[in-house]
């Protein structure tokens, strides 16, 4: 049966996703720090140690820590069914997620073996647990939707994404290992922002932009069909990159055309949602869909320049990803705080509107789309890359402070304790 | 002859075009919104009260099930009512801030609260109470909002 998602009691707890939500832009500073750090020049190839360390410490340490977060909340309400032991595995899964990033960044920058191997371990236990529970539990679903659909297919992708991952930080302990590193990364990260994170983004964004922003649904057809269309030119660019590389390019404009067409259909919707308010989730959406079309282009333009435009391509993608999740961040941390403290019984809380200065998620936007925008320019023009990581490090200092705020607003609720009103549970 | 499943879809789809439309008149000005913000906050009043005093009682006579999934939507009903009258208040105080602060609020609530019933209740409502459909839509079509 079904209940499980239905009552409060088995809802996870607020920490579970507050956790990973919380360290998520720390991670992000830590990539601005190193790329600060780093020399321009360097970053230039997609395969230099600093290139590989900044691009983690984004990849693992902020994106697949929203995911993680968003899917342990997201399960019980958009697919009915609840985590085994989702404290305890979130918990500790977490735990060794932070360390595993930290040893990685670590082991890469210093060529140490031992942090290295530790790394491995973590992610392998780390991912494998989170992964593997949240499959088990979908299995339960009986009632599939698109969304459940691009939930389950963008986990497969994650796990072949951590084997690979796994594999590739093992080359760096290994030189036998180190002839398959080139190809196997190719496949790791395409494999990893359009398979693990665009595939889930392209699922959730079906239910939750129609929902939030009363905006027309995606077609069924579309709905029922792109991330089966998506998946099979994720394999056959695979396949083709590997054994038939004069044709990879089929498989890319593939794969291209239907992250584009997302991303026209989905501003599409949002110009002709119903309800008009404007705020700073849905200016985030927007400039995700533009990043999205631009790293389109770009990669396939990059195709005939021998990716030269590699690193341009994935700060568009990079952005993509990333807006779409701070600016679902803004919404959905200020609700799980007011959601857990009115189940609480508490009447007279802050309103979601109340609980982040509107000023300052501005402030923050700005600068984070500045800091991309100067990232893309940095690359053919290297002499303000710093500044540019200055305003990027400045604006998910801006996050943290934002998301934090949220959470004490959440504390001090708690323990002042005003008015507890039963008329709630009238 | 529509499913109790579709009935009450359509209903939460007809409640989310009146929410819309009164943001969109409280966007302009909270005065003009008091009549839109009443025709919302009254098919909401009416969708809630065909759950609880004809739907609900039917499924929960059928399954058995009183504490079950059906007790949790009663919660969630009473966190809305709470916010929806906290808006009538706003309106009132001609608070424009506090009133979209509430409305984003409720939103949020109002949508997964809708996705839990239209993905998990009204399917099993549609399964258990398939030969009575009629009748029960009937009667919630027919229902007196108290």
Redesign the interface.
């Known amino acids: 049966m ?2 499980n ?4 009691e088995q809802a996870p707890p607020i920490s579970a996703p507050l956790r990973f939500y919380l360290t998520a832009p720390l991670f992000a500073i830590l990539a601005g720090v190193l790329l600060l750090l780093s020399d321009a020049s360097v970053l230039q190839s997609r395969y230099s140690i600093d290139s590989i360390v900044i691009t983690h410490a984004i990849t693992i340490g902020f994106m697949s820590f929203v995911m993680l977060g968003s899917l342990t909340q997201m399960l019980p ?2 697919a ?1 069914v609840k985590m085994y032991r989702v404290e305890l595995i979130t918990k500790t899964s977490h735990l060794a997620l932070v360390f595993g990033t930290l040893f990685m960044i670590m082991g890469l920058k210093f060529e140490m073996p031992l942090l290295n191997t530790l790394a491995i371990i973590l992610f392998a236990s780390g991912f494998f647990a989170m992964i593997i529970v949240i499959l088990m539990a979908i299995k339960k679903v009986k ?1 599939f ?1 698109p969304t459940v659909t691009g939930m389950s297919v963008s986990l497969i992708f994650a796990l072949f994404s951590v084997l690979m991952g796994v594999f590739l930080l093992f080359s760096y302990i290994d030189a036998d290992a180190e002839i398959y590193r080139n190809i196997v990364a190719n496949t790791h990260s395409v494999w990893a922002i359009f398979g693990f994170a665009g595939v889930l983004i392209v699922g959730v964004t079906f ?1 939750v932009l129609p ?2 922003y ?1 905006a027309p649904k995606f077609k069924d057809f579309y709905q029922k069909r792109v991330i089966l269309f998506i998946s099979l030119s994720l394999v056959l660019w695979m396949i083709t990159s590997l054994f038939y590389e004069a044709y990879s390019v089929v498989a890319k404009l593939w794969l291209v055309l239907f992250f584009a067409s997302f991303a026209a259909i989905f501003l599409q919707k949002i110009k002709n949602r ?4 404007s ?1 700073i989730t849905l200016l985030y959406y927007k400039t995700s869909s533009i990043f999205l079309a631009f790293g389109s282009l770009f990669w396939i333009v990059d195709e005939y320049y021998f990716s030269e435009h590699i690193v341009v391509t994935s700060i568009f993608i990079g952005g993509f990803i990333l807006s779409i999740m701070i600016g679902m961040l803004y ?1 959905i941390v200020p ?1 799980l705080i ?2 857990h403290l ?2 609480m019984g508490y ?1 007279s809380i ?5 609980m982040i200065d509107k000023k300052w998620a501005l402030i923050q936007f700005a600068l984070f789309v500045a800091s991309l925008m100067g990232f893309v320019l940095s690359y053919y023009i290297d002499a303000y890359l710093s500044l540019f990581a200055l305003a990027f490090i400045i604006s998910m200092v801006i996050l943290q402070y934002n998301i934090i705020t949220a959470v004490l607003i959440y504390k001090r609720v708690k323990k002042t304790k005003p008015d507890f009103d039963m ?4 | 002859m529509s499913s109790i499943k579709e009935y009450l879809s359509q209903d939460h789809t007809r409640c989310d075009e009146l929410f819309a439309k009164m943001e969109d008149s409280a966007n302009k000005s909270l005065d003009n919104a008091k009549e839109s913000y009443e025709e919302f906050a009254k098919a909401t009043e009416r969708h809630f009260q065909m759950e609880e005093r004809v739907m609900f009682l039917e499924f929960e006579a059928k399954t058995g099930m009183t504490e079950g999934p059906t007790a949790m939507m009663r919660h969630e009903h009473a966190q809305m009512r709470g916010l929806i009258k906290q808006m009538g208040e706003a309106i009132e105080a001609q608070n424009k801030d506090k009133f979209f602060g509430l409305s984003e609020t409720l939103m949020i609530l109002m949508q997964q609260h809708n996705m839990k019933e239209e993905q998990m209740l009204y399917t099993m409502a549609q399964q258990h109470l398939s030969a009575e459909a009629p009748r029960v839509v009937d009667m919630m079509e027919a229902m007196i909002v108290e």
């Not at chain 1, 998602?5 to 409060?8: H, M, P, Q, R, Y």
């Not at chain 1, 119903?274 to 308010?277: D, E, F, H, I």
């Not at chain 1, 802050?350 to 109340?354: D, G, R």
């Open positions: 079904q209940f998602g239905l009552s409060l309400v958009l009915g009632n939707t239910q929902m939030f009363v119903k309800r008009k308010v705020d919404k609700f007011w959601f009115n189940g009447m802050p309103t979601m509107n109340e008329s709630a549970f009238a």
